[in-house]
């Protein structure tokens, strides 16, 4: 009871005092009452500049040398992957889409101290208004599953659902060139597992790295004991 009423108390203390959390459990509060956004997988915003440099470094590898390059990072959260992203491709044209007003407006607040106009961002949660085979490149970084799952879960549908990543995943492949590449990384669902694994073909596996692995869900959202998501990188193919 009294470690109860302690973690009760600090999630009250920070909910007055961090606006960034306040708005993160009001965000996540909206979603439980209305299912607005419909489309939302990762409730928290947790980010860092440059979090996937090896990931940043193949895409350059493999990418750089396209004049006009476009790139999507989904769920883009704060900004800092598209900003790291910038680093790797100077030229590049890059859209971060996230679902949270509060995300969008911080990222917005710090383009607006750049001259940079080659960056966009947008608040969204599908790809649907975007002309097809839009983007060289698109990254879906710690996107397909929630912080709650990091508990024991023989289900996640209660968070997140399979039918809904595959939605998603539909739109983005729509929106990805023959021949561009898909980034997945921290995913608690498998692209081998939907409808549109026939038009990729696996470019990269993960040889660890500084994340923890997330738990992974099958069709139905059944937890899928010991299963590993080490395909990350994905080209286009049809």
Known sequence: ??????????????????????????????????????????????????????????????LGHIADCRILSFGCSTGEEVFSLRDYF??????????????IAKCKHRLASSSDDRIIFELTETQLAEPAGSYDAIFCMAVFTHGELARSAE??????????????????????????????????????????????????RSSGNSDPPVPIFDRNNHLLADAVHDEIAFRKIA
Not at 24 to 38: D, T
Not at 90 to 103: C, E, H, Q, S, T
Not at 162 to 185: A, H, I, T, W, Y
């Open 1 to 62: 009871m009294i470690s109860s009423a302690r973690r009760s108390w600090r999630s009250l203390r920070q909910f007055v005092i961090d606006s960034n959390y306040r708005g993160i459990v009001l965000f996540r509060l909206r979603h439980s009452l209305l299912r607005e956004p419909k489309y939302l997988f990762q409730p928290f915003n947790h980010t860092l500049q440059n979090r996937y440099p090896y990931l940043f470094q193949y895409a350059r590898e493999n």
């Open 90 to 103: 100077p030229l590049a044209y890059i859209k971060g889409v996230d679902i949270n007003p509060r995300n």
């Open 155 to 204: 289900r996640c549908d209660h968070v997140i659902r399979f039918v809904d990543f595959e939605s998603v995943m539909s739109d983005l492949e729509r929106s990805l060139k023959v021949g561009g590449l898909l980034f997945l990384v921290q995913s608690s669902f498998r692209l081998r597992d939907t409808s549109l694994h026939r038009k990729f073909e696996v470019v990269l």
